[in-house]
């Protein structure tokens, strides 16, 4: 199986940008749809964007309009552009399928504070 692995994460002040890479040891383009999942304290997992093969996106209500996600098959890695960060943006960034998630990594973290 693809294994997956989160980077990019840190600090940033509200309002500012983050980009997080998703880098695969093989070929993404048979994992099919990709998403970026978060997890906040004591909160539970929750898929915020995917991206199908061709590109297709979809976006939780909570990210639409300051999120992007993206995909370049050929260098077989997964990136999600955040902007206009907000507190409750806060949470550890994962990257896994969309439909058929396998096992989780470890994840990337993601603080937005002043």
């Known amino acids: 199986q693809v294994q997956l692995v989160e980077s990019g994460g840190g600090l940033v002040q509200p309002g500012g940008s983050l980009r997080l890479s998703c880098a695969a040891s093989g070929s993404i383009f048979k994992i099919g749809s990709m998403g970026w999942y978060r997890q906040a304290p004591g909160q539970q997992r929750e898929l915020v964007a995917s991206?199908?093969?061709?590109?297709?996106?979809n976006y939780a209500d909570s990210v639409k309009g300051r999120f992007t996600i993206s995909r370049d098959n050929a260098k077989n890695t997964m990136y999600l552009q955040m902007n206009s960060l907000k507190p409750e943006d806060t949470a550890v960034y994962f990257c896994?399928?969309?439909?058929?998630?396998?096992?989780w990594g470890q994840g990337t973290q993601v603080t937005v504070s002043s």
């Open positions: 896994n399928a969309a439909y058929q998630p396998d096992n």
């Open positions: 991206i199908s093969r061709s590109g297709s996106t």
